[in-house]
């Protein structure tokens, strides 16, 4: 609820300009448009319920878009194929979170950049913002929305890779949060076609519980699904405790079939890691019941009020973000099974610490067995120490986001359909080595990766390809490797060009040759770079071991953040950046710090995640292109232990 919502500004414009206007709203309650639009006609349309034709009104003197959140407004962006056309184009963004950039209006081009007149971007309340687009005729308003919405969540693309998606039936905006490519018709069908084909691969539709066809089968014409061409999977729209029954109503569960594929997604671009406190000045808050749904409370104060879709918001983790963690009372009322399970994937997802009793065989199904048993694996006393509650968190938003993310539900449940996906993106790691010693422990730590499909480009900076060392090293690497051989007296930065361009993945990942990664360091990366939208992502410089004097310390960097650096042994660089910028300077040294320059003057983005998966080696003076004494580090540590200490994360047994 948003009940007093202040006045947009723009109304009395609204008002002279005369006619309709056409208002679409997402996670705000119609009645408010009121005090928000005074002194104007207009027609509104929630996204909630939003059909193939929402207004009478063809052609309305504007559009606005009034959004809760920013998440809010991805959903509204999912249906925005359905807005009018409009000279005037106003959005609202009522609540985003502390880490939220400001919108701007980065329109595509050949869509409404020509006609564009006027622009105006300023501040709504106390956290909200408000746009208004002038164009000199009638130009896509769901066009401008997704514009606002890709500005508000730094991806240049709002789409998502096949399949297509389509949605029969209201009320399913979530399935497909910021995607202005989905198409959507009745819950009968059928899916609509441009150039004449299909516009989409896999359908969602809306269906009462009592005739859901299971996520694992398509529904066929006997069940109300006309469209042979295009595989439609059910979801319940009714799936309440008051329709199934009490709590205790497991029969009518069991004919649910409860399993991940049958929850809405996160959406992995707004619900996220992103804003992660290390460090808190909150307990542990408590998921409980208030007239009928779940709200989130510490010291008998809401922090937050839950939908009763389940589904979350970032400015709700916002509010979240200092909490030592959340405890989930399942025996505790809420909206269904469904959306209960919603509720604690976008917890994990967003890398909220859960505490939880073993969840109950419905909650166990439908999150999937591993979140299942994680959100019961942590304690209260190790989410009072730092390090292993930000372990908890990663653990849990890893699983979270993928097996709940959007992009992960689509190709599971394409998958089950037997509709093709692509493959995923490929990573060269780049490893540039003067020590043939290390050779064999580098490729080791590159052989323990999992979750990403790599080739390593092995580059020997002036030693021989046929050093003992080496051979032995290749021939037990059991992934694809491709030595380069540089002449000495060549800068680093050139020879780390040659290296890329001997790479065929559409990541380049660079590699200390001596430094510990953890086994899922380069599915971490990957995870951030696919929510954050950046073009370079890499791990906090957080973990050092001072070789000389035996000492594992801990800096205390802030993580899950947009930055303008990252550990420079640890980053992942999309290819097309890379080339963009020509690759790394032909210097000798500091050739990250002039990459990471270079790529945000470009207007490229930075993004840093945690750095427990990663520790640097500090050795003799000498040994490293990045050279300070002992006494920097250990002036600048946070936390320090004898011996080599890393984190759980890193797996690393001696």
């Known amino acids: 609820m948003t009940a007093g919502l202040p006045p947009v500004g723009m109304a009395a414009e609204l008002a002279r300009a005369g006619g309709k206007v056409a208002v679409a709203v997402a996670g705000v309650d119609t009645a408010d448009l009121d005090g928000l639009l005074p002194g104007v006609a207009f027609e509104a349309a929630d996204v909630d319920s939003m059909g193939p034709n929402p207004w009478a009104t063809s052609e309305p003197s504007a559009v606005v878009v009034v959004a809760r959140t920013p998440t809010d407004l991805r959903r509204a962006v999912t249906l925005s194929g359905a807005f009018p056309a409009a000279t005037v184009v106003g959005v609202i963004v009522v609540d985003t979170p502390p880490w939220c950039d400001a919108p701007g209006v980065p329109l595509s081009p050949g869509l409404g950049r020509r006609f564009l007149r006027d622009v105006g971007i300023s501040r709504y309340g106390k956290n909200g913002w408000r746009v208004r687009v002038r164009f000199s005729q009638p130009q896509p308003s769901g066009e401008v929305a997704a514009a606002v919405a890709r500005s508000f969540g730094g991806h240049h693309l709002n789409g998502y890779a096949l399949p297509m998606a389509g949605l029969a039936g209201p009320g399913l905006a979530d399935w497909r949060p910021g995607d202005p490519n989905t198409t959507f018709a009745d819950e009968r069908g059928p899916a609509p076609d441009r150039s004449g084909v299909t516009t989409s691969d896999l359908a969602i539709r809306t269906v009462p519980a009592a005739r859901a066809v299971p996520a694992a089968k398509a529904a066929a014409p006997g069940d109300g699904w006309i469209d042979g061409r295009v595989p439609a999977v059910d979801h319940p729209a009714d799936a309440t405790w008051e329709r199934l029954g009490s709590p205790g109503g497991y029969e009518a569960l069991r004919g649910l079939a409860l399993e991940p594929d049958a929850v809405p997604p996160v959406d992995e671009r707004s619900v996220n890691p992103r804003g992660f406190l290390r460090t808190t000045t909150t307990g542990v808050a408590d998921l409980a019941q208030h007239d009928g749904r779940w709200e989130i409370r510490h010291e008998d104060r809401t922090l937050v009020g839950l939908a009763a879709s389940g589904g979350l918001t970032d400015a709700a983790i916002g509010r979240l973000r200092s909490l030592r963690g959340v405890r989930i009372a399942w025996r505790q009322a809420h909206t269904g099974p469904i959306a209960a399970v919603r ?181 971490d990366m990957m995870l951030a770079q696919s929510y954050s939208g950046a073009e370079l992502v890499g791990a906090a410089s957080e973990f050092f071991y001072l070789q000389q004097i035996d000492v594992t310390l801990r800096r205390d960097w802030t993580s899950e953040t947009m930055s303008n650096h990252v550990a420079g042994g640890t980053f992942v660089m999309s290819r097309s950046a890379f080339e963009a910028l020509g690759g790394f300077r032909p210097v000798p040294r500091s050739v990250d710090v002039h990459l990471f320059q270079d790529l945000l003057r470009a207007g490229g983005a930075i993004y840093r995640t945690h750095g427990l998966g990663f520790v640097a080696r500090r050795a003799a003076k000498g040994a490293h292109t990045w050279q300070e004494p002992v006494g920097y580090f250990l002036a600048r540590a946070k936390d320090q232990w004898r011996g080599f200490r890393p984190s759980r994360l890193m797996e690393w047994e001696q």
């Not at 037990?476 to 001997?502: C, M, Y």
């Open 343 to 523: 509720a604690v994937a976008g917890l994990a997802a967003a890398g909220i610490p859960l505490l939880s009793d073993p969840p109950p065989p419905w909650a166990a199904r439908a999150l999937g067995p591993e979140l299942a048993a994680l959100t019961a694996a942590a304690t209260e006393q190790e989410l009072a120490d730092d390090l292993r509650r930000e372990e908890h968190s990663v653990r849990l938003r890893r699983l979270a986001l993928a097996h709940h993310g959007t992009t992960a539900r689509w190709r599971s449940l394409a998958t089950r359909q037997g509709i093709a996906v692509p493959a995923g993106p490929t990573v060269s790691v780049i490893m540039c080595t003067r020590r043939t010693d290390l050779v064999g422990f580098a490729l080791g730590q590159i052989a323990r990766q999992r979750g990403v499909d790599l080739e390593v480009v092995l580059t020997l900076h002036g030693v021989p390809a046929e050093a003992p060392e080496v051979v032995q090293a290749v021939a037990a690497f059991d992934r694809p490797v491709t030595i380069v051989q540089a002449d000495a007296g060549l800068p680093f930065g050139t020879v780390l060009n040659q290296a890329a361009a001997r790479a065929t993945g559409s990541f380049l990942s660079k590699w200390d040759d001596d430094d510990w990664y953890g086994p899922e360091h380069l599915s």
